[in-house]
């Protein structure tokens, strides 16, 4: 039988259940977050995976909110970083979704991974929105599946692939956080495909809603979003990776080139979500190489509005900690 989860609470920091190599190890996790966050986190995960192979193998459950529980394997070199409690994990994202707390809007969590983000969105906290996880990955599903159980159901779940089609595809990769049906992978696990239309054909959404669609798809962000025009047509924001490798801008150029959607990004030096016409500013805003950096694609004047309001009252906030 396995062992009942660590207990991690991210507001206070108790960490309970450990023993006291696991608690040992909780601060090596953490110290090295805070020291490697100085250049975008190099080296951490390759680290954090080296000592996870010292530890008993079970769950470490994080409660991200007092709605939310996030689990995943302890150790685990990509999600400890949320054990350091001043480390924010996608910025950019948080700040969209804290400010639509109000709106009646259903996240489309496509690339889910272990489920973060539709464990967040969908609590009290976050607005209780409701949200539909994808994820491909045999490997990674059971982990999603876990945490919707563990956060009462409120989200659903999807084991396939976004694209631009329905069909299959092969799922490969050596990390859980990045396997990709991109390329030619003949050898990996066969997976169903759909678009993101097809969530309209099938009935699990409606095509006028209002939609925060996430898209991290390792690689097929383009064929994705390709397979969802109708409803990229309603009120909707995807939300897609743009890789720091990537000196072309591949994503944001196709979204601002090819599509009626007006592209977004958050600038950390204006502190606001700027409306992009000239590429090159992502060349300043994209400092590593290894990481993602979300950009944001709408064609909704209702997102617009929002994201208008949203930089007023950054401004506001920002002038008024300066008269402080």
Known sequence: MAQAPIQFDRASGALEGANLWERTAALALVTGSKISSH?????????????????????IAI???????????YGDGYWSKLLNRSYNYEDELELLFVDSIDVDYTLLDCGANYGYWSVLVSSKPFGAHKAIAIEPSGQNYPKLANN?????????????????A??????????????????????????????????????????????????DVEGVEIEAIKGGARLLEADSVI???????????????????????????????SNRMETVTELSILDR????????????????????????????????AKSARRMQ
């Open 239 to 269: 939300m897609c990776e743009e890789h720091g490798s990537d000196p072309t801008h591949a994503v944001s150029r196709f979204i601002l080139e090819q599509t009626p959607l007006k592209l977004i990004v958050f600038d950390p030096r």
């Open 63 to 73: 409660k991200l909110n007092p709605d939310a529980v996030f689990e995943f394997p």
């Open 166 to 215: 329905r069909g299959t595809a092969r799922l490969s990769g050596t990390k859980h956080e990045a396997f990709s049906i991109a390329g030619d992978n003949a050898a990996g696990e066969e997976v169903p495909v759909i678009a993101l239309d097809n969530l309209i054909d099938d009935g699990k959404v409606a095509g006028t809603g209002k939609y925060l669609i996430k898209l």
């Open 148 to 164: 919707a159980r563990v956060n009462g159901n409120r989200f659903e779940t999807m084991k396939c692939a976004i694209g631009a």
């Open 285 to 316: 805003i994209k400092v590593s190489t290894h990481v993602g950096y979300n950009v944001f694609g709408t064609a909704s004047a209702f997102w617009q509005d929002r994201i208008d309001a949203l930089n007023a009252k950054n401004l506001n």
């Open 39 to 59: 250049f975008s986190h190099m080296g951490y995960i390759a680290c954090a995976n080296l000592l996870r192979k010292t530890l008993p193998e079970r769950n």
